[in-house]
Every structure is written in structure tokens, then in C-alpha cells.
């Protein structure tokens, strides 16, 4: 069965970083896309992020570039991702996503979400 | 930055048939597949229609899925209570390099 665990979400002020992780489990994690969406409260859903298996290239969403980095460690099935420069607009449900086809925008796994919130 | 445009809105009866709209332009529908999400409160969104019209197993076949042109739509026949929930579309942006969602669509039975 596969799992992703999202942990590292939190209240941190304007300006400051933080860092996301994700624990996968369940699947040859090396062999898979991965990417960050994010739900603001009440709000729709947002691609933040993705990074790709092997060759790890990244693209990320205009919202969050030149802020955000997104990374992985295949060794231990873990993504990341590296939020810097917080915005209260940054104030989020950050997921972990499973993609089946690179750029496809087919998630067959979702985590449960890690709420970031951006207050001073 | 959201260019794929869904209603806002739908309602059905039981047992009646909804049709939820995505529409793009060439560089992300007309150009990739459309995968759609529906997503009940307070939960993670789960996977309904990929590659256009592909169902993952567990999903009834209630749901369906078609793309033409530069727009796409979530059909859903046999309309039930337990529908109710916010529907997403999803494509790739050539142009963007970068996933597009939908706004939401929020299903009222």
C-alpha cells in the first residue's frame, strides 16, 4: 500500500522558511515523479512543484519561484520541500503527490497534508 | 494563475445526469491530458478520470471522462447523495511549464 507521510508544517512569520518532508513508502519511490500541491483555506487547489525521478529536474509554479525548492533524497524515499521568504499568501494544506506520468498531472496518491500557516 | 475555467457550481437530482466543464486553451488541454479530482471536505482529493477518460479501478463507472479541442468534461450519471463534493480538472501548461488546476466546481445534489 502506498503512503506518504507529509511532517514539518507549522506557524512560522512573514519572511521566515520552513521545510516540508514527505515519507514514501509502498513503491519504488526512485521510479516516480513527485510533486507539492497546496489548498489555501477555503480555496481551490494549487500546483506548487514538481521534480522528476532520475534525472531530478524541477519546475515550479510562478506563485512560489525564486522562494520555494523542491528536492529528494531516493536513498530514503523522502521529499522535500524548502520554503523560503514566507508569504501570508503561502498559508496552506501542502500535499504530497505521487505522479504516475511526469507532467501529466496524474496523482494516483495523495498524502494527508501538512498545514503550513504564514502569521505574525 | 488558474486557466483552466470550471463553473463555480452544478446541482442534480438524484438519478439525473451532471456534466462538469473544463475548459483551456491549445497549450495545456489542447495539447496534453486532462485527469480529474474530486475531493470531499476536510479530506485529500482522489484520483476520479485520468489520461481523459480513464477510470482507476474502485471508481464506478457512474463517472466519465472526455476531451475535445481545447475542453474537457466530467460526466456523472445515476446522480447520488454521496457525490457531493468539489471536482477539479488538471493539465499540463506547455507554455507555463507548470501543472494548471481547475477553480472547483462544487457539486450540490
Known amino acids: 500500500e502506498v503512503q506518504l507521510m507529509e511532517s514539518g508544517g507549522g506557524l512560522e512569520q512573514p519572511g521566515g522558511s520552513l521545510r516540508l518532508s514527505c515519507a514514501a513508502s509502498g513503491f519504488t519511490f526512485r521510479n516516480s515523479a513527485m510533486s507539492w500541491v497546496r489548498q489555501a483555506p477555503g480555496k481551490g487547489l494549487e500546483w506548487v512543484s514538481v521534480i522528476t525521478d532520475n534525472t531530478f529536474t524541477t519546475f515550479y509554479a510562478d506563485s512560489v519561484k525564486g522562494r520555494f525548492t523542491i528536492s529528494r533524497d531516493n536513498s530514503k524515499s523522502t521529499l522535500y520541500l524548502q520554503m523560503n521568504s514566507l508569504r501570508a499568501e503561502d498559508t496552506a494544506v501542502y500535499y504530497c503527490?505521487?505522479?504516475?506520468?511526469f507532467g501529466s498531472g496524474y496523482f494516483d496518491s495523495w498524502g494527508q497534508g501538512a498545514l503550513v500557516t504564514v502569521s505574525s | 494563475q488558474s486557466v483552466l475555467t470550471q463553473p463555480p457550481s452544478a446541482s442534480g437530482t438524484p438519478g439525473q445526469r451532471v456534466t462538469i466543464s473544463c475548459s483551456g486553451s491549445r497549450s495545456n488541454i489542447g495539447s496534453n491530458t486532462v485527469t480529474w479530482y474530486r475531493q470531499f471536505p476536510g479530506t485529500a482529493p482522489q484520483l476520479l478520470i485520468y489520461?481523459?477518460?480513464q477510470r482507476p479501478s474502485g471508481v464506478p463507472d457512474r463517472f466519465s471522462g472526455s476531451k475535445s479541442g481545447t475542453s474537457a468534461s466530467l460526466a456523472i450519471s445515476g446522480l447520488q447523495s454521496e457525490d457531493e463534493a468539489d471536482y477539479y480538472c488538471a493539465a499540463w501548461d506547455d507554455n507555463l511549464s507548470g501543472l494548471l488546476f481547475g477553480g472547483g466546481t462544487r457539486l450540490t445534489v
Open positions: 489520461i481523459n477518460d
Open positions: 503527490v505521487k505522479e504516475v506520468y
